[in-house]
């Protein structure tokens, strides 16, 4: 089993800056993809970026050139900069982890981030 805790979420004015923190703890694979989803009400939840143990990135459109995924091997934490947010980045967003060789993946609880004036 692996613990994800999530960290960093709330309410933030249009234009402002969250980052948002996962660690993964437990049974930790040798290699694994973290990433972040988010899901707004009423809607689909949906790929907001991911980053592999060799550090290569995705990216949904719509964050590109605004947000930033990184991550502290040593600590096996994932961590996301969101900059020139906007009012429908508005969700609760989900830390991933999942192998990406066995059909294995695990959710964080979910953060709550707000962009609103």
């Known amino acids: 089993q692996v613990q994800l805790v999530e960290s960093g979420g709330g309410l933030v004015q249009p234009g402002g800056s969250l980052r948002l923190s996962c660690a993964a703890s437990?049974?930790?694979?040798?290699?694994?993809?973290m990433g972040w989803y988010r899901q707004a009400p009423g809607k689909q939840r949906e790929l907001v970026a991911t980053?592999?143990?060799?550090?290569?990135?995705n990216y949904a459109d719509s964050v590109k050139d605004r947000f930033t995924i990184s991550r502290d091997n040593a600590k096996n934490t994932v961590y996301l900069q969101m900059n020139s947010l906007k009012p429908e980045d508005t969700a609760v967003y989900y830390c991933?982890?999942?192998?990406?060789?066995?059909?294995?993946?695990?959710w964080g609880q979910g953060t709550q981030v707000t962009v609103s004036s």
């Open positions: 437990g049974s930790i694979f040798s290699i694994y993809v």
């Open positions: 980053i592999n143990t060799g550090g290569s990135t």
């Open positions: 991933n982890y999942r192998s990406p060789i066995l059909p294995i993946a695990y």
